[in-house]
Each structure stands twice: as C-alpha cells, then as structure tokens.
C-alpha cells in the first residue's frame, strides 16, 4: 500500500472509498467506522459527481434558487431516501449552515450529519461510493484535500460475486474489471501520496496489519476494536450479516466456476492481474473481448439489473431507482 509517512492528524475528510462493487468496500467502510475519530455514512451518496457535473466546481448555492433546486435534488436522491428509512432527515436550515459556495463545506454538513459520530463530532468524514472510481479526477479538483482509498479484490472472485449476488455476467464483469482499475490507477499516480491501493484478500487474512497502514494512509492512530464489528457490513452475497471478518470469503472461484469459465476471465484480464500478483491458474494470454461481444452482454447485463431491482423493490420502486440512477 502507497501509504503517506507524511500524513498529519489535521487531516479530517474528505476521504472517499472507492473500488468495483462487490470488493469489500463496505467491510472496508465499516472496519474504519469503528474507529472513534471516523464517520462514514451507511448508505452511498451517488449524488456528488451528478451535483459537481450540473452545478460546477464552484457551485454558489448561496443564491436562493439554486440552494431551493439543490436540496430538491438531494431530497429526491437515493441516498438522501435511504437514510430517511433510517430516521435520519437533514433540513434546510441544517444545509444552509455550510459555505454554500464550496462543495467541500457542504459535503462536510451533509456526511457528518449522515455519519455514525453526527454532525457535532469532530470526525474525519467521508463517502463509500464505489463508482466514483472512475470520478476521482473530478472529485479531486472539487475537494482538493481529498485522500482516495481504492480496494481491490481478486477478479475471478469479483465476477463471482458479481453473478451470484446480481446475476452480472462474468465475463463482461470482467471486461469492466480492466478497464476501470487500469484507468484509476493511472489517476491514482497523478493524485500522489493522496491515493492508497489495499487488498481484499489481505483485509480478510492480515485485517490489523491492512487497517494500520490505512490508518497511517488518513493520519489516525489504528484502533484494536476496528477489527470486531458492531454491526454486520454486508446485507448480500457469503458474508450476509457476519459481525466478523469472514477471512475464508477469497478464492472461492476454484470450486464455483468451471475450469474453462476461469480460463477466459483470467485472458480477459490477463496483464493487469499479472502486474497486481493474481497469478492465472489457466491462461497464458491476453485476450480481452470483442466489441460486439461487450455490446450483446451489456444488454445481456442491463436485464439482470433491472430484474434484481425489481425482485428487490417491485415494479414501481424498482422503476424509480433505476431512473433516479441514470
């Protein structure tokens, strides 16, 4: 791990979590959450890159219209419903306390409020979004104190996951897998000392080792209760509900996949997880996808979500979540 021997105790957020889904970023998220001097929402915002993109880099919300727009489209988001069913609302008034001219100060009110600590405790805040892997760029000339913590997981347990919890095909998740980490990576040696990379297989086999470098990574002392869990990380796939970290939850893919299905995974992704140290048990090239392939399988794809989200919510909340997505 890139871990900053600089980093100072003056650091308080933003600090995003980051990675493909179904990488332990909420373990990861979690973990940190034990720590006295962390507060990190439950629930992902997804609203900020949107926000960033439709407001600007200086987003001067002071003005009454554009604050009265904004905190309709917070209010709309997912994030903000999903904490509503948690029985936690932020108002107006709550909102309007932040600098409304710097998305900084206003995320701050936001996450705090969010977080487990609440808006009084003087935590270092931040967000676990995964999709902002590919945002980071953006993210950084929004909050320019912003640290990124990037987690990253085996790819052939990582498509595993993928199918098994939402049906997503292997072999495009695969293709994703690539494409996404080499390109955030490139990101990661432009953002410095201000971008960490860990393991979830050594989060899971080395957990105290794993949270002190990630620690140093955010200038906090590492904590022995952030490896017992008060409350369970994941609510999908093996480790559902587990108050422990599930160190036998990798390299499930040897008895789950067929021999030929890990084959063509690992040609997928052959030279990136030869230079991330994931050895191929198979594959002796590199052979990404064709692009009528990828074409065909997102489509493929996009039904398996839709469906996931409607066996979850039924039809008409599954409609709204998948528009308020888009």
């Not at 199918?163 to 990576?185: F, T």
């Not at 990404?288 to 979500?305: S, V």
């Given at each position: 791990?890139?871990?900053?021997?600089?980093?100072?105790?003056?650091?308080?957020?933003?600090?995003?979590?980051?990675?493909?889904?179904?990488?332990?970023?909420?373990?990861?998220?979690t973990l940190l959450n034990e720590h006295l001097d962390v507060s990190i929402p439950p629930a992902e915002t997804h609203f900020i890159v949107p926000a960033i993109k439709r407001y600007g880099?200086?987003?001067?919300?002071?003005?009454?219209?554009?604050?009265?727009?904004?905190?309709?489209?917070?209010?709309?988001?997912?994030?903000?419903?999903?904490?509503?069913?948690?029985?936690?609302?932020?108002?107006?008034?709550?909102?309007?306390?932040?600098?409304?001219?710097?998305?900084?100060?206003?995320?701050?009110?936001?996450?705090?409020?969010?977080?487990?600590?609440?808006?009084?405790?003087?935590?270092?805040?931040?967000?676990?979004?995964?999709?902002?892997?590919?945002?980071?760029?953006?993210?950084?000339?929004?909050?320019?104190?912003?640290?990124?913590?990037?987690?990253?997981?085996?790819?052939?347990?990582?498509?595993?996951?993928?199918?098994?919890v939402w049906g997503r095909n292997s072999l495009l998740s695969a293709e994703l897998w690539r494409n996404d980490i080499q390109a955030a990576r490139q990101v990661g040696e432009q953002l410095?000392?201000?971008?960490?990379?860990?393991?979830?297989?050594?989060?899971?086999?080395?957990?105290?080792?794993?949270?002190?470098?990630?620690?140093?990574?955010?200038?906090?002392?590492?904590?022995?209760?952030?490896?017992?869990?008060?409350?369970?990380?994941?609510?999908?796939?093996?480790?559902?509900?587990?108050?422990?970290?599930?160190?036998?939850?990798?390299?499930?893919?040897?008895?789950?996949?067929?021999?030929?299905?890990?084959?063509?995974?690992?040609?997928?992704?052959?030279?990136?997880?030869?230079?991330?140290?994931?050895?191929?048990?198979?594959?002796?090239?590199?052979?990404?996808?064709?692009?009528?392939?990828?074409?065909?399988?997102?489509?493929?794809?996009?039904?398996?979500?839709?469906?996931?989200?409607?066996?979850?919510?039924?039809?008409?909340?599954?409609?709204?979540?998948?528009?308020?997505?888009?």
């Amino acid at each position: 791990m890139g871990a900053n021997d600089l980093c100072s105790s003056l650091f308080c957020g933003p600090l995003f979590i980051v990675g493909r889904p179904r990488s332990g970023t909420k373990l990861l998220r979690t973990l940190l959450n034990e720590h006295l001097d962390v507060s990190i929402p439950p629930a992902e915002t997804h609203f900020i890159v949107p926000a960033i993109k439709r407001y600007g880099l200086q987003p001067r919300l002071d003005g009454g219209h554009r604050f009265e727009k904004f905190y309709a489209e917070l209010a709309g988001s997912t994030f903000y419903r999903n904490m509503k069913s948690m029985g936690k609302i932020l108002s107006k008034a709550q909102l309007q306390s932040a600098d409304l001219s710097s998305w900084a100060s206003i995320c701050e009110v936001i996450l705090k409020f969010y977080g487990p600590k609440g808006l009084e405790h003087a935590a270092l805040w931040g967000d676990k979004t995964p999709s902002y892997l590919t945002h980071m760029a953006l993210l950084k000339r929004a909050f320019p104190a912003a640290r990124f913590l990037h987690i990253l997981r085996d790819p052939r347990d990582y498509c595993l996951s993928m199918l098994k919890v939402w049906g997503r095909n292997s072999l495009l998740s695969a293709e994703l897998w690539r494409n996404d980490i080499q390109a955030a990576r490139q990101v990661g040696e432009q953002l410095g000392e201000d971008y960490a990379e860990i393991r979830f297989e050594k989060l899971l086999s080395a957990p105290e080792e794993t949270l002190r470098a990630v620690c140093a990574f955010v200038g906090i002392d590492y904590l022995p209760a952030m490896v017992n869990m008060s409350l369970p990380s994941e609510n999908l796939g093996d480790a559902t509900g587990q108050r422990r970290i599930v160190d036998s939850n990798q390299q499930k893919y040897l008895s789950q996949f067929a021999p030929d299905t890990v084959r063509r995974i690992e040609e997928i992704v052959y030279p990136l997880a030869i230079e991330l140290g994931y050895t191929p048990c198979f594959a002796t090239h590199f052979s990404p996808l064709y692009p009528t392939e990828t074409i065909f399988l997102r489509f493929q794809d996009g039904m398996a979500w839709t469906k996931f989200h409607f066996d979850e919510k039924g039809i008409r909340q599954g409609l709204a979540y998948l528009y308020r997505s888009l």
